[in-house]
C-alpha cells in the first residue's frame, strides 16, 4: 500500500435484508484532497460515509486507515483517530453556549475529559479559553461566544458544528449535506467556513448544490445505485453524458 494515502477502499458494499444498497466501492484518498460526493436521492451516500466512520460495519470489503485495516473499528475510535464527521445528527448541548460546548470539545481532545474544571490548574484553564477563543476568532463565529445553542438559528447551529469537527483537529472531515435547509445566506456562511478549512485536512463532502460542490471539490465522485459512475475531476465530471442524463435527463453538460 503507498505511504501517502490515506484512506484505501478496497470492495466495500453494504446490504440490508437482501437489498445490496452499496455495492464495491473502491478508491483510494489522498491527504488533503476535497473530494464532493453527489448523486441522486437513496443512491447510498450517507451509507458510504456510515461505513466510513464506523457507524455502519460494511457487509464486505475493507477500509484501510493509513496502513491500518479499520473495517471493524467501532465509531468513537475512528473519531478519536481523526476521522470526524458532521451532521449526522445533532452533535451540539444546546442549553450550553458555544464556548462552552467549544471547551468540551477541546477538553475531551486534551485527554482530561474526566477531570472537572476546578481540578485542574489555573493556567490549564487559562488556556483551553485562549484556545477556544483563538477558534471563535479565526472562523469568524466570535459574535456567538456566549450565545446558547438553542437561542441560535439553525444555519448559526450548523456552523458551530464544523467548528467543533474542526477543533478536534480531525485528519478526514465528513460532511453530509452541510448547507441543506439553509437560507442563502446561512449557505454563503458556510461556504465560508469550508473555503478556511486547512489545506492539509482531507475533506470529503456530500452535497446537492451542484455549484457549491463543483466549486469546492478537486475531485468528484458520483455515486448512482450504489456505485460509483465516476471518479474524476470536477470538469471532467461535469462535461460526463452519463451524469448529465441523471442530473438534467439530456446529453448537455451539468449547469453550474
Ligand atoms: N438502516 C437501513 N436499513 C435499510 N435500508 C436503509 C438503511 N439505511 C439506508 N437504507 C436505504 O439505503 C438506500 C441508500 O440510502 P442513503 O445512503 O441514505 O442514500 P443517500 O444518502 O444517497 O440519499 C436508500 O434506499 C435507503 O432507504
Ligand atoms: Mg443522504
Redesign the pocket.
Known amino acids: 500500500m503507498v505511504e501517502d494515502k490515506i484512506l484505501t477502499i478496497s470492495g466495500i458494499g453494504k446490504s ?2 437482501g ?1 445490496h ?2 455495492k464495491n466501492i473502491s478508491l483510494e484518498v489522498e491527504k488533503g484532497e476535497r473530494i464532493g460526493i453527489i ?10 460515509f ?1 461505513l466510513l466512520t464506523g457507524d ?1 460495519e460494511p457487509s464486505f470489503g475493507e477500509i484501510y486507515y493509513g496502513k491500518a485495516n479499520i473495517s471493524k473499528q467501532p465509531n468513537y475510535k475512528r473519531a478519536r483517530n481523526g476521522i470526524v464527521r458532521t451532521f449526522q445528527k445533532n452533535n451540539l448541548l444546546n442549553e450550553l453556549s458555544v464556548i462552552d460546548n467549544l471547551l468540551l470539545v477541546l477538553q475531551r481532545k486534551n485527554g482530561i475529559g474526566h477531570v472537572w474544571f476546578k481540578q485542574r490548574g489555573a493556567k490549564q484553564y487559562r488556556d483551553l479559553y485562549t484556545k477556544a477563543d483563538e477558534l471563535l476568532e479565526k472562523w469568524g463565529l466570535f459574535h456567538q461566544r456566549n450565545a446558547i445553542v438553542k437561542n441560535l438559528s439553525y444555519g448559526e447551529q450548523r456552523q458551530i458544528e464544523i467548528l467543533l469537527g474542526v477543533a478536534t483537529e480531525p485528519t478526514i472531515l465528513l460532511l ?1 449535506e452541510p448547507t441543506a435547509g439553509m437560507s442563502q445566506s446561512e449557505t454563503n456562511h458556510i461556504v465560508d467556513l469550508l473555503y478556511k478549512l486547512p489545506k492539509d485536512l482531507t475533506v470529503m463532502i ?1 452535497e446537492h448544490d451542484l455549484e457549491i460542490v463543483f466549486g469546492l471539490a478537486d475531485r468528484m465522485i458520483v ?1 448512482f445505485e ?1 456505485e460509483i459512475l465516476i471518479d474524476g475531476p470536477p470538469e471532467v465530471v461535469k462535461k460526463d453524458e452519463k451524469v448529465n442524463k441523471i442530473y438534467i435527463g439530456s446529453g448537455d453538460e451539468v449547469k453550474c
Do not use: H, R
Not at 448523486?39 to 458510504?48: D, S
Open positions: 440490508f435484508g437489498l444498497i452499496l448523486g441522486p436521492n437513496g443512491a447510498g451516500k450517507t451509507t458510504f456510515n455502519l453530509d456530500i455515486l450504489g
